[in-house]
């Protein structure tokens, strides 16, 4: 599926098709800046004004594929390919489909943590593109999908709900002035009940990983919750808890032809994986980046000393000084 009918503005333009006995070859545009899940990672996230800039990009490129009836399936970050001149190319159309206003469309495609619930059902329309748009934009202000999946019930569930008593990130997309809203409340509620926040308020990212169990023979791996903050890593399911300034390397392995990432302490080992490429590329490069941030803190940070030591040679000092004095007042020593 190629979109070169007419030229679209934001769109990924197939400029040749080559075809022989057993293969097919696309000839497109080039994206000189990745996609918006590398460009995402590698800044860390985007301001207010970025988001604003790629979602109007994608909402024009959108619009043009709709008008000529074809559905998307697939809008996800590693779909939106980001130009040499920075801007958005709608890409990534080997799920799409032709289809009138009119027809219902069938089949379960797209990316599992981006894709609306209806393509799960018999029958959706193009509408299903819109949602898994507002998934992306979300993932654009919070660097995570909305969808979750539970390891256990294998129920789905939508993390925008848990954010309705905040300010929706799509309504600020289209409206600049809640953002005054959003760092009100972020400012507000600091009194009254505080149910059990504060313990886990400084979370730089959560998520559902795949753990391998420690066996040098045979390991199983099993679902358990992960939590990345500023100094630790943690899995409460075992108790596992590990600081940042312990860990000696964090490196991507792939045992059994399953790609996880491996992080060696001094005590001990620990490898994981998730189910989506990008969420654990995301995973390796936040744990990464927060463990360069804690070795380069200790190494620019002045030598501690413990207070005990501190008093004691305060002390010596104090000593010495009254010593010294001592001497010159009797005349053993000449004072300068």
């Given at each position: 599926m190629?979109?070169?009918?007419t030229?679209?503005?934001?769109i990924?333009?197939?400029?040749?098709?080559?075809?022989?006995?057993?293969t097919?070859?696309?000839?497109?545009?080039?994206?000189?800046?990745?996609?918006?899940?590398?460009?995402?990672?590698?800044?860390?996230?985007?301001?207010?004004?970025?988001?604003?800039?790629?979602?109007?990009?994608?909402?024009?490129?959108?619009?043009?594929?709709?008008?000529?009836?074809?559905?998307?399936?697939n809008?996800?970050?590693?779909?939106?390919?980001?130009?040499?001149?920075?801007?958005?190319?709608i890409?990534?159309?080997?799920?799409?489909?032709?289809?009138s206003?009119?027809?219902e469309?069938?089949?379960?495609?797209?990316?599992p943590?981006?894709?609306?619930?209806?393509?799960?059902?018999?029958?959706?329309?193009?509408s299903?593109?819109?949602?898994?748009?507002?998934?992306?934009?979300?993932?654009?202000?919070?660097g995570?999908?909305?969808?979750?999946?539970?390891?256990?019930?294998?129920?789905?569930?939508?993390?925008?709900?848990?954010?309705?008593?905040q300010?929706?990130?799509?309504?600020?997309?289209?409206?600049?002035?809640?953002?005054?809203a959003?760092?009100?409340?972020?400012?507000?509620?600091?009194?009254g009940?505080q149910?059990?926040?504060?313990?886990?308020?400084?979370?730089?990212?959560?998520?559902?990983?795949?753990?391998?169990?420690?066996?040098r023979?045979?390991?199983?791996?099993?679902?358990?919750?992960?939590f990345?903050?500023?100094?630790?890593?943690?899995?409460?399911?075992?108790?596992?808890?590990?600081?940042?300034?312990?860990?000696?390397?964090?490196?991507k392995?792939k045992?059994?032809?399953?790609?996880?990432?491996?992080i060696?302490?001094?005590?001990r080992?620990?490898?994981?994986?998730?189910?989506?490429?990008?969420?654990?590329?995301?995973?390796?490069?936040?744990?990464l980046?927060?463990?360069?941030?804690?070795?380069?803190?200790?190494?620019?940070?002045?030598?501690?000393?413990?207070?005990?030591?501190?008093?004691?040679e305060?002390?010596?000092?104090?000593?010495?000084?009254?010593?010294?004095?001592?001497?010159?007042?009797?005349?053993?020593?000449?004072?300068?």
């Amino acid at each position: 599926m190629s979109v070169s009918c007419t030229k679209g503005a934001f769109i990924d333009q197939v400029s040749y098709i080559f075809q022989d006995c057993s293969t097919i070859l696309f000839i497109h545009d080039f994206g000189d800046g990745g996609d918006l899940l590398k460009l995402h990672n590698q800044r860390g996230g985007f301001t207010l004004e970025e988001v604003l800039f790629y979602t109007c990009e994608m909402v024009i490129g959108l619009e043009f594929i709709h008008q000529h009836n074809i559905c998307h399936r697939n809008i996800c970050p590693r779909s939106i390919l980001i130009s040499g001149t920075g801007h958005c190319m709608i890409s990534n159309f080997f799920d799409a489909v032709i289809c009138s206003n009119n027809n219902e469309i069938t089949g379960d495609v797209g990316s599992p943590q981006f894709k609306a619930p209806e393509v799960i059902s018999d029958s959706y329309s193009k509408s299903c593109d819109i949602f898994s748009l507002g998934c992306t934009i979300y993932y654009l202000f919070y660097g995570e999908s909305p969808i979750v999946t539970d390891p256990i019930t294998e129920q789905i569930s939508y993390k925008l709900l848990d954010r309705l008593n905040q300010v929706s990130p799509l309504d600020t997309v289209f409206d600049l002035s809640t953002q005054n809203a959003i760092e009100k409340s972020q400012n507000e509620d600091n009194s009254g009940d505080q149910l059990q926040e504060t313990e886990f308020q400084d979370i730089l990212i959560r998520g559902v990983c795949s753990k391998a169990a420690d066996s040098r023979f045979n390991p199983t791996w099993s679902k358990r919750e992960i939590f990345l903050f500023p100094n630790r890593l943690e899995i409460p399911a075992e108790q596992i808890v590990i600081p940042i300034d312990e860990i000696i390397s964090v490196e991507k392995i792939k045992p059994k032809d399953t790609e996880a990432i491996l992080i060696k302490t001094h005590s001990r080992d620990i490898t994981f994986s998730f189910e989506m490429g990008f969420e654990q590329e995301q995973w390796y490069v936040d744990i990464l980046k927060v463990w360069k941030n804690v070795t380069n803190l200790s190494k620019n940070a002045p030598k501690q000393i413990s207070i005990r030591r501190s008093m004691k040679e305060e002390m010596k000092r104090q000593k010495k000084v009254a010593i010294a004095h001592s001497k010159i007042a009797n005349g053993s020593v000449s004072s300068i």
